[in-house]
């Protein structure tokens, strides 16, 4: 606890630390693709190194609790946890990109954010650390956003080739998804990649990385609700496009919406439109 409240970033930055420990210690994908024979609240079967992560950020949590802080907790692999109070909610997916983690692709991410609402409109604090690149993003609302620990310059404009936004992201990658919607991308993106993380695809977008970024299906509010909150702070947009308000996906553990984010409101309604399952 700090005189502000609950040290979130302190909380997250130790989990992040003992969960590279975790993963440096099951460095093979035999060994980080044990199962533990359960599925978790987000419905997926849950691995071994899911479990220690996810493990690694309650320590954590518990250990703010433990300090006085009262809270929720909404996690991919418990669900919802009581902490003393039904908010501030933290909304936490161990490791996105638990496939890439697996089979040892570099981009999987702790994401952890902090809301004061039902909705991701309300999240205040977001945390998000690569560990493939070892990369820590940063944000608050009203602060802007951090790359380890340098501001991100919300100033920087998207990149095109000709009427074409140079380089999208896109996740949910089922080549079924993808037929669907290539001739959609194919209008709007010169190139497109795929990186098997919501949350670090994100992420991108908020460096201008990505010019932009799609799910060709609908998210978890694990998944997003800390990149989002990152891209925003860093002079992006974002919508969940089921919704009429951009940012009304609720934070629970159902797929609602498929997610969008550009760096300008015409970029993100010209890939609002890509087709989504």
Known sequence: MTAAGPDWLGAARAAADELRAILAAAPTTVERA?????????????????AAAEAAVFRQLERLHAEGARFAALSEERG???????????????ID????????????????????????A???????????PEEEWVARRGEGATLNGVPVDPEVAERKVGEKLEIIGFESADPRWVRASADALAEVAYRVRAIGTIAVSLCQVAAVRFDG????????AVDAAAAQ?????????????????????????????????????????????????
């Open 97 to 120: 990109g638990s496939k890439n983690a697996k089979r040892g692709l570099p981009n999987h991410a702790l994401s952890l954010a902090v809301a004061e609402g039902p909705t991701m």
């Open 213 to 220: 970024m799609v799910t060709l299906r609908g998210c978890r």
């Open 34 to 50: 044990r199962e533990t024979g359960t599925r978790g609240k987000g419905g997926d079967r849950t691995l071994e190194i899911d």
């Open 229 to 277: 909150l990152i891209v925003r702070e860093a002079g992006g947009h974002v919508a969940f496009i089921a919704f009429e308000d951009p940012l009304g996906a609720p934070l629970d553990l159902a797929p609602h919406s498929p997610v969008v984010a550009a760096r300008t409101p015409e970029s993100l309604r010209a890939l609002a439109r890509v087709p989504t399952m």
């Open 80 to 94: 919802t946890v009581d902490f003393g109070a039904d908010g501030p909610l933290v909304v936490i997916d161990p």
């Open 122 to 132: 309300d999240v205040v604090f977001g945390y998000v650390r690569d560990f493939g």
